[in-house]
T-cell receptor, first 113, second 114 residues
């Protein structure tokens, strides 16, 4: 149980385009989901906390207009990278909270050309 | 706010040797503690977790960790390392109210040599 999926697993896009990443809790309902970003050989950096039915809470330094987060249902949160640039290339990982744990998706590798 | 320190950035061990990865945390009470492993290009896999009770926790793949309150530590151990254990290991702490997200250490990269 407690499985989290992400789609797509990898995406390549042109600079200036927008990319949407989906995070789904497959067998449980998650009122809270988290989005992390990971640069090569570094740890996970929390970007934002997403609560179902309300606005996301962004960490300091994360541009809310660039990284749009929507948590429209108890099983789905989306991260949209708007007007992507090469510096947005990274590994994005979502996590869904279930009781006292967080369950992680497999991650999405974004490459912006 | 809670924080996690993994003092070793990179550790190399010989296959078959024992392993200990260090983790220290800073938190006012007893937090929930986790160890994750990440292979290159992959997501995180939970190795083990500690919430309460027995301070020696058994996990998957032959790993164990011991919670030591007096030292604010949660070190990960394995008696005999396999080549497939080469990966990045992350220690993480969660506020035991559960209202804040996991806080990760910077990770320790494990290399295994023949």
């Amino acid at each position: 149980g407690a499985v989290v999926s992400q789609h797509p697993s990898w995406v390549i896009c042109k600079s200036g385009t927008s990319v949407k990443i989906e995070c789904r809790s497959l067998d449980f309902q998650a009122t809270t989901m988290f989005w992390y970003r990971q640069f090569p050989k570094q740890s996970l950096m929390l970007m934002a906390t997403s609560n179902e039915g309300s606005k996301a809470t962004y960490e300091q330094g994360v541009e809310k207009d660039k990284f749009l987060i929507n948590h429209a249902s108890l099983t789905l949160s989306t991260l949209t990278v708007t007007s992507a640039h090469p510096e947005d290339s990274s590994f994005y990982i979502c996590s869904a909270k279930y009781y006292n744990e967080q369950f992680f998706g497999p991650g999405t590798r974004l490459t912006v050309l | 706010a809670q924080s996690v320190t993994q003092p070793d950035i990179h550790i190399t061990v010989s296959e078959g040797a024992s392993l200990e990865l260090r983790c220290n945390y800073s938190y006012g009470a007893t937090p929930y503690l986790f160890w994750y492993v990440q292979s290159p290009g992959q997501g995180l896999q939970l190795l083990l977790k500690y919430f309460s009770g027995d301070t020696l926790v058994q996990g998957i793949k032959g790993f164990e960790a011991e919670f030591k309150r007096s030292q604010s530590s949660f070190n990960l151990r394995k008696p005999s390392v396999h080549w497939s254990d080469a990966a990045e290991y992350f220690c993480a702490v969660l506020d035991n109210s559960g209202n804040t997200p996991l806080v990760f250490g910077k990770g320790t990269r494990l290399s295994v040599i023949a």
